[in-house]
């Protein structure tokens, strides 16, 4: 898959090597922007208040499935139900929300957990199939949580993770399983 992410840092930096090593042609972009138009997906990894900049610099974005991996750290925006939302208000394509509530630091460690660790994801239909092969594809097991609506319940989940750090457990994976998938 031609990928295109925004942001280099952390997230934007770290799912690109993931992605890169299963194949897909991944373009991480900072802030001098580029040209997205020859990829079928974009990923925006950037600090929730550079979200509109960040976009506004790169050519090629309409209409494509775009991911948004954001929190609210830096921010929430007005007169959006979600950061995703804005996402989509400016690309315009199918949207899904998914990666934030996932800790970059341990991408490493995906492979080596007894099983693949979980990724709540929320997404319109048009892009469910996309995310959850990217999900895949980083090492996780996507966890749909329902349709684009549900982006606001991630954006605000974050806060739930950030406790369970800093109330001793660290940085941490987590998993969503039917019994008799533990
Ligand atoms: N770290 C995590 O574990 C984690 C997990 C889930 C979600 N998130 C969220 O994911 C996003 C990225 O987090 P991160 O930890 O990857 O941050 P980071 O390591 O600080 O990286 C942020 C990236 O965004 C770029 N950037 C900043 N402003 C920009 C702009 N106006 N236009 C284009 N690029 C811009 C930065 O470029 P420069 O290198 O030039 O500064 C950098 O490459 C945030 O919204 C964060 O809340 C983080």
Not at 33 to 44: L, P, T
Not at 66 to 72: L, Q, S, V
Not at 145 to 151: E, I, S
Request: net charge negative.
């Amino acid at each position: 898959m031609d990928i295109t992410v925004l942001g280099r840092g952390q997230v934007g930096g770290g799912l690109t090597r993931l992605w890169q090593r299963t194949g897909h042609n991944v373009t991480a972009l900072g802030r001098d922007g580029g040209d997205a138009s020859d990829s079928e997906v974009i990923v925006v990894a950037v600090p929730s208040d550079a979200i509109a900049d960040a976009l506004g610099r790169v050519r090629g974005v309409h209409g494509k499935v775009a991911i948004d991996a954001t929190n609210t750290f830096s921010g929430r925006p007005e007169g959006f139900e979600s950061l995703a939302h804005q996402v989509k208000s400016i690309v315009g394509g199918p949207t899904a929300k998914s990666f934030n509530t996932n800790f970059a630091a341990l991408y490493d460690e995906i492979g080596n957990q007894r099983v693949p660790p979980s990724n709540l994801f929320a997404a319109d239909d048009e892009a469910r199939q996309v995310t959850e092969q990217l999900i895949r594809d980083a090492g996780y097991d996507p966890v749909y949580l329902g349709a684009l609506d549900q982006a606001p319940l991630l954006d605000e989940q974050i806060r739930l993770p950030f406790a369970l750090s800093q109330a001793g457990l660290g940085q941490h994976f987590y998993r969503f399983a039917r019994p008799g998938e533990l």
